[in-house]
């Protein structure tokens, strides 16, 4: 699994949209948070600890290898499936993909405040096409729920969290 070639330099918002050009059917949600870019990041990047807390869907992650910017990670959902989970993980962005799924952050500093985008697109299984959610339905809940998850990370990063 390899991460799309970018230009030294280049945005990490810019690289997260050259990323879901590349992956039909994927949902991408943008958002301005009310916190500086440090703060967000730090809720991005613990991994560990704050995935579970904004993916509903996930139990537990941990790290099981690091080098340098490069992750292994082991993921359970809540029904105790596990997944071996390839990161990258750099200040700005933020790449985690296995067989099954391809989840990705990418922000900015922007006047104070932070621009922080999110992309996630489960890959084709079975021999099925790659292609949109199946129908307006499940795309509306995956727009949803991503909204929902920027909303947590939002609470997250300004102590505000439920």
Same mark, same amino acid.
């Given at each position: =699994?390899?991460?799309?070639?970018? $230009?030294? &330099?280049?945005?990490?918002?810019?690289? +997260? !949209?050259? +990323?879901? !050009?590349?992956?039909?059917?994927?949902?991408?949600?943008?958002?301005?948070?009310? !916190?500086?870019?440090?703060? #967000?990041?730090?809720?991005?990047?613990?991994?560990?600890?704050?995935?579970? %807390?904004?993916?509903?869907?996930?139990?537990?992650?941990?790290?099981?290898?690091? %080098? &340098?910017?490069?992750?292994?990670?082991?993921?359970?959902? #809540?029904? *105790?499936?596990?997944?071996?989970?390839?990161?990258?993980?750099?200040? *700005?962005?933020?790449? =985690?993909?296995?067989?099954?799924?391809?989840?990705?952050? /990418?922000?900015?500093?922007?006047? &104070?405040?932070?621009?922080?985008?999110?992309?996630?697109?489960?890959?084709?299984?079975?021999? !099925?096409?790659?292609?949109?959610?199946?129908?307006?339905?499940?795309? /509306?809940?995956?727009?949803?729920?991503?909204?929902?998850? $920027?909303?947590?990370?939002?609470? +997250?990063?300004? &102590?505000?969290?439920?």
């Amino acid at each position: =699994m390899s991460e799309p070639v970018a $230009l030294p &330099g280049m945005d990490p918002i810019d690289r +997260l !949209a050259v +990323l879901e !050009a590349g992956l039909p059917g994927a949902v991408v949600r943008r958002r301005r948070i009310a !916190a500086p870019f440090d703060a #967000v990041w730090r809720v991005i990047a613990d991994l560990e600890n704050t995935v579970p %807390r904004y993916e509903t869907a996930v139990d537990r992650v941990r790290i099981v290898e690091e %080098r &340098g910017e490069f992750l292994r990670l082991m993921v359970r959902d #809540v029904a *105790g499936r596990e997944d071996a989970v390839d990161a990258r993980l750099r200040p *700005g962005w933020c790449l =985690m993909q296995s067989a099954t799924v391809v989840v990705a952050f /990418a922000a900015r500093p922007l006047d &104070g405040e932070t621009l922080l985008a999110h992309l996630e697109h489960r890959r084709p299984q079975d021999g !099925a096409p790659p292609g949109p959610p199946s129908g307006p339905a499940d795309r /509306a809940a995956a727009v949803a729920k991503i909204d929902e998850e $920027l909303r947590t990370i939002e609470e +997250l990063a300004t &102590g505000r969290s439920r």
